[in-house]
T-cell receptor
Framework: QQQVKQSPQSLIVQKGGISIINCAYE??????FPWYQQFPGKGPALLIA?????SEKKEGRFTISFNKSAKQFSLHIMDSQPGDSATYFC?????????????FGTGTRLTIIP | DTGVSQDPRHKITKRGQNVTFRCDPI?????LYWYRQTLGQGPEFLTY????????KSRLLSDRFSAERPKGSFSTLEIQRTEQGDSAMYLC??????????FGSGTQLSVL
């Protein structure tokens, strides 16, 4: 059972544009939603995370939007740069099990073109 | 280097052989996790330790897999009688309890 569904599988965005990646979850006990960035040959690195008590969180060019009723959350990358080209994973966890036991989505390969 | 260190980075083995991977977490991180990532997929949780105690194992972790964390420092993940389906990236991560998770660069296992 895939508990976190991510789309699109791949995304091409022009430099300076907005990249948007969407995720949906099924387990209503999830209460921690991070986004990870992964470059080839490297492990995932935490970008930004949100808890369901807020609907939006912004850190620099990265924003998470969260819709608890729809069980959906999304990552927006503003002013996308070639250096943002990577694979992005959404994830979810239940606090009771510790934030680190994560259920990941299948990933989005983002390519930023000049 | 203060990051999570994994060794080896790459391992090629023949089906039926045993392999062992090592993970050195960030010092003073009490939690250590193992995840597995196959091509085109997100990481999947395998098991985790709090200090030296193994607190949870995923049903993905068959009897051929064993993990240890003696003295609550480094950890090893052993796979016995490897199968082609074991080919994957094995990721180690560490954290303090309920804090940010740091991943290593992983060990890429290829079973021929």
């Amino acid at each position: 059972q895939q508990q976190v569904k991510q789309s699109p599988q791949s995304l091409i965005v022009q430099k300076g544009g907005i990249s948007i990646i969407n995720c949906a979850y099924e387990n209503t006990a999830f209460d921690y939603f991070p986004w990870y960035q992964q470059f080839p040959g490297k492990g995932p690195a935490l970008l930004i995370a949100i808890r369901p008590d807020v609907s939006e969180k912004k850190e620099g060019r990265f924003t998470i939007s969260f819709n608890k009723s729809a069980k959906q959350f999304s990552l927006h990358i503003m002013d996308s740069q070639p250096g943002d080209s990577a694979t992005y994973f959404c994830a979810a966890a239940e606090s009771n099990f510790g934030n680190e036991k994560l259920t990941f989505g299948t990933g989005t390969r983002l390519t930023i073109i000049p | 280097d203060t990051g999570v260190s994994q060794d080896p980075r790459h391992k090629i083995t023949k089906r039926g052989q045993n392999v062992t991977f090592r993970c050195d977490p960030i010092s003073e991180h009490n939690r250590l996790y193992w995840y597995r990532q196959t091509l085109g997929q997100g990481p999947e949780f395998l098991t985790y330790f709090q200090n030296e105690a193994q607190l949870e194992k995923s049903r993905l972790l068959s009897d051929r897999f064993s993990a240890e964390r003696p003295k609550g420092s480094f950890s090893t993940l052993e796979i016995q009688r490897t199968e082609q389906g074991d080919s994957a990236m094995y990721l180690c991560a560490s954290s303090r309890t309920n804090e940010k998770l740091f991943f290593g660069s992983g060990t890429q296992l290829s079973v021929l």
